[in-house]
């Protein structure tokens, strides 16, 4: 197996008896591991990271095939990778960029295998100049570039 399988499998083991769940695992050309996570339904604490380092190093030895390993949660404002991200964000507010180009600031009402559901303000045509009206749009996530939350204070 492959040091890139090896240690997916063992991040993978990890985060699925802790809580958490991987989003990307990263390697170097010079062996450089960079594994993201997160969780469901709290945030990612250093214990959580800590844990992981120390089951993933038990499990693959530096002395057969040398590496540098770093865990570390997806940040506040990562745009998501996987579908448990946007599964996380329902309810909240998300920055979606899509394939066009076009950048929207919006509700996430809904998130599936195929795409999400949005709600957002946009210009009302031929109401004025500051007539807003709210639309609902579904959308695949093959249509959709990036998106990340948005953090209010």
Known sequence: MKLADTLKLAAEQYAEGNGLFVVSVDISKDNDVEVVIDADDRDVTLDDCVGMTGYIQERVSRDEEDY?????????????????????????????????????????????????????????EGKGAKAKETVTEHLLYS???????????
């Open 68 to 124: 540098s390993l770093t865990i570390g949660s997806a940040g506040l404002t990562s745009p998501f990778k996987v579908f448990r991200q946007w599964k996380k964000a329902v309810g909240t507010e998300i920055q979606l960029t899509r394939k066009s180009g076009e950048r929207v600031n919006a509700s996430l009402l809904s998130a599936d295998e195929e795409g999400v559901e949005i709600s957002f303000q946009r210009k009302a």
């Open 143 to 153: 249509d959709i570039k990036t998106a990340k939350p948005i953090i209010k204070f």
